[in-house]
């Protein structure tokens, strides 16, 4: 048996911390909050409830196999969350790629020619790549069930292989203006319906895949973690809440354990379930443990745009607003002129970019009380917009943050009528927030950045758990490139791997 540390009880720390405890070791998760969670977590306002962070995730037959293997898959209810997509050229709630692509014909018949090209090397990305967004990721698998994916798979890698080498390292943006006038609704809908300037590779991909394969839990996300936060429990396993871990203790070049409250917690293994760059830049005591080249290279990644959300209770059942909405999850893709979510000191972002719609209370009615209905608003931002929103002065920051949430309710309110008038609560989250509450630096939503020419790893889809410290491991999406839920499920599967 090994005396296993665990920092962060997001998804990546539960389901490290669950698998093992079910192989017998003795393990410790410390939670800097009040409630596990991380990034999947949610609160309550005026009785309905929200959630705090992410809102849907992919790769369902990883979470399947992630919590029927801890024993808890009987006990959460997972719903597929589709998605309608408006602008003022079309509107349609598509159910798969195909019909997306219908929708986007018909919007736009004077573009046809230049539809087929994209949609031609679209096709071409997503037909190498058949299947695997229904399959569940390797790390997860047996032995078994792996030399039958590898065995399965012999067949597409000469495809995979020439639609890697043509644009795996080509950006949304690259690929959109091959087809599409700059700043033209179908550039901007090729270019940002992803993280921006993601490769080519993964549009694609989100397409194939946002459609029929984005889930959410019918609970909400906090459901879920409390359900794995009681089985980590019921298993022996130690959950310390409101325990901020305050560095990482090595010795002989191996972390043995943490400091806490100014009380040090040996163990044999440490796995860091968050961010990345904090673990060594700010939580590990011997920074010399750190290569100097890895060291300007973590402390230079690029990563992934944060958000900033409105959360809203409405003074209206949730009928009402389904007649509006529609489907719980809107994508509004109205980009105006000129929008750059690169441009961090671009006052006026908020009226130009396009934003989310999601209401908890459409997908759960139970998430609202009777007459009330919940709605989150939510956008991408530049890192560090309006110098990282005040430069430090709370009394700026009030403002824009204020700003900000007026004019994206003001925009809903095109899709929404009457809503400024239902609002009985309104507040927001900033990409501050979100690194208050994550630790993730500069709030990022998933880990390092997507754009192919800014990778920290080598290997997009690879799963990086191993440090230059002995016995400390990355046990979050932090170890996977494009991160996400399945990422930190991943890096868990990995974590429970190595410590026998």
């Known amino acids: 048996m090994k005396n ?9 720390g539960l389901v ?41 995730f992919e790769s369902i037959e990883t979470v399947f196999r992630a919590m029927k293997d801890i024993g808890v898959l009987d006990q959460i209810e997972f719903k597929k969350l589709g998605m309608r997509i408006v602008s003022e050229s079309f509107d349609g709630t598509p159910g798969n790629y195909e019909e997306f692509k219908k929708i986007i014909y018909a919007a736009f018949p004077p573009e046809k020619d230049k539809l087929d090209k994209a949609f031609s090397d679209l096709d071409r990305i997503v037909s190498a790549f058949m299947g695997s967004s229904e399959m569940a ?19 597409s890698l000469p495809k995979i292989i020439n639609v890697t080498n043509e644009f795996g390292k080509m950006t949304s943006s690259e690929f959109a203006s091959k087809y599409f006038e700059k700043d033209s609704m179908l550039f901007n809908l090729f270019s940002r319906f992803s993280y921006p300037d993601t490769s080519a590779i993964m549009v694609a ?9 984005v889930w959410t839990v019918k609970g909400g996300m906090q459901s879920w973690a409390n359900i794995l936060a009681e ?10 809440l409101k ?16 400091s806490c409250k100014d009380v040090i917690y040996e163990a044999d293994y440490v796995i860091s379930a968050g961010d990345y760059k904090k673990t060594f830049l700010k939580l590990l005591d011997d920074k010399s443990l750190i290569p100097g080249r890895l060291r300007d290279s973590i402390e230079n990644a690029a990563v992934s745009e944060g958000f900033f959300t409105v959360y809203l209770v409405l003074d209206i059942p949730g009928e009402e607003l389904g007649k509006y909405m529609k489907c719980p999850h809107v994508f509004n893709i109205d980009f105006k002129p000129g929008c750059d979510i690169f441009d961090s000191a671009d006052k006026d972002y908020f009226n130009k970019t396009a934003f989310y719609l999601y209401s908890p209370s459409m997908m759960n009615p139970g998430l609202a009380p009777d007459g009330k209905s919940s709605l989150m608003i939510q956008c991408r931002t530049p890192h560090h917009w309006m110098d990282n929103w005040g430069g430090g002065d ?3 920051y009030a403002q824009l943050k ?14 929404i009528p009457g809503l400024k008038e239902c609002i009985v609560y309104k507040d927001a989250a900033t990409p501050l927030t979100y690194e208050r509450f994550t630790q993730n630096t500069d709030g990022a939503s998933s880990a390092w950045s997507w754009n192919p020419k800014k990778p920290f790893f080598k290997n997009t889809l690879g799963t990086y758990i191993k440090t230059p410290v002995k016995n400390l491991y990355i046990g979050s999406c932090w170890a996977m490139q494009v991160g996400g839920v399945p990422g930190a499920i991943t890096a868990a599967y990995e974590c429970a791997k190595k410590i026998k």
């Open 4 to 12: 296993v540390i665990i920092i962060g009880s997001g998804i990546g």
């Open 16 to 56: 490290a911390g669950n698998l093992l405890v079910k192989k017998g070791h003795k393990v410790t998760i410390f939670e800097a909050h009040g409630m596990p969670g991380g990034y999947t977590a949610g609160f309550y306002r005026k009785g309905c409830y929200f959630e705090s962070g992410t809102i849907s």
């Open 137 to 155: 990721l390797p790390s997860v698998l047996s032995r078994t069930e792996m030399f039958i994916l590898l065995l399965s798979s012999i067949p």
């Open 205 to 213: 991909m989100a397409l194939a895949g946002v459609f029929k394969d």
């Open 231 to 240: 089985k980590f429990r019921e298993q022996g396993g130690d959950l310390k």
């Open 243 to 258: 325990a901020y871990v305050d560095k990482i203790i090595t010795k002989n070049k191996t972390a043995v354990g943490v």
């Open 394 to 396: 709370k009394g700026k």
């Open 402 to 415: 204020e700003e900000a949430m007026n004019t994206i309710i003001d925009r809903a309110a095109g899709l």
